[in-house]
């Protein structure tokens, strides 16, 4: 019962697994380090005098370092990408200077501003969070921005954006994995089990399409990436097809299925002779976790694809 509460708490909350290995996220974190020091040491000793007589580190747009997540923990992502980051950050920088000059002093200004950034980006295709950051800061920056004026766009956000992308750059291509842009990421494929043209269903580019215009909400991964992924999950599946010979007490088996579907079982009691007797099992993991349920060696074994054990995240892996 209590199992079951925390899951559904954590479900209303998007608490995800994290699945990144401790090695990638030291490199993601010191990537993001070494980008917004970049930007910081050049705003400072390339301008020196700052704004209105401040100091240079006021060149530095506080929505960089929402920037600097993305481009250097999600460097594959659809939002990190240069078109998404340049340009919305450009485009957003513009919405909040115009917005600024138009109904100064309003207590909505600052949520048109941002309200028309985000129409402006999606109509562009260059959807980037942080640029609604970059769009609130003229309107709520205080007289040093205001008296910026449009130069707010070059100075420091273009400035500052085209530091980040070229540390992005820089820095992922130490990394042959997660090179940057999304573009230049290419993984050495493995062999499939089974030859696409084997393969009794095949899904194909326009099915993906199709799926997403039906979910219709953005989703953060490019079409490239996301078909690269269920490749590589259709290759790991062929690996092991076959159902389990022996279902013992103790062990967890999953369905091998997909979304709701899934699920894993834990066997609490299985007669010692295969394939007579009734089993008793807890589901731990899917849609009806928490439940216990009861049915013949012969049913669970066709339900149950392979043996599987959890790991210290949270995933559960085939055995």
């Known amino acids: 019962m209590t199992s079951a509460i925390l899951r559904e708490i954590r479900l209303w909350l998007g608490i995800e697994r994290n699945q990144t290995s401790h090695a990638e996220k030291v490199i993601s974190a010191l990537g ?12 400072r000793f390339a301008f020196p005098s700052g704004l ?18 993305l481009l250097f923990a999600i460097p594959h992502g659809a939002l990190s990408q240069p078109w998404p980051v340049i340009l919305g950050h450009l485009v957003c920088a513009f919405i909040g200077v115009s917005c600024q000059k138009l109904f100064p002093g309003h207590a909505w200004t600052g949520g048109l501003a941002v309200g028309a950034a985000v129409g402006a980006m999606y109509y562009l295709r260059c959807i980037h969070p942080p640029g ?4 609130l800061a003229p309107v709520i920056g205080g007289a040093d921005i205001h008296a910026l004026g449009f130069d707010y766009v070059l100075l420091p956000v273009a400035t500052n954006v085209l530091i980040l992308v070229a540390m992005a750059i820089a820095y992922n291509a130490f990394f042959s994995w997660r ?34 215009e039906k979910l219709d909400s953005y989703v953060d991964i490019t079409s490239e990436n ?21 279902i013992e007490s103790g062990c967890h088996y999953s369905n091998g299925k997909l979304g709701k579907a899934w699920g894993v079982r834990q066997v609490i009691d299985a007669p010692g002779e295969p394939g007579a007797g ?6 731990v993991a899917g849609e009806d ?24 995240n949270g995933r559960w892996v085939k055995i």
């Open 32 to 43: 993001a380090l070494v980008g917004v020091v970049a930007v910081c040491v050049i705003a």
């Open 179 to 212: 090179r940057y842009p999304a573009h230049l990421h290419r993984r050495r494929q493995p062999q499939p089990a089974t030859q696409p043209s084997q393969r009794r269903f095949e899904l194909t580019q326009e099915d993906f399409w199709a799926a997403m």
């Open 289 to 312: 976790a928490g439940q216990v349920g009861h049915c013949t060696q012969e049913a669970f074994r066709e339900w149950a694809r392979f043996e599987v054990r959890q790991q210290g």
């Open 226 to 246: 996301l078909t690269e992924l269920l490749e590589l999950a259709k290759q790991h599946a062929e690996s092991n097809s076959t159902h389990p010979e022996r």
């Open 132 to 135: 609604g950051g970059t769009a």
């Open 278 to 283: 009734v089993i008793a099992y807890l589901v």
């Open 52 to 69: 209105a007589g401040s100091t240079g580190g006021m060149l530095v747009v506080a929505s960089m370092g929402a920037s600097a997540v």
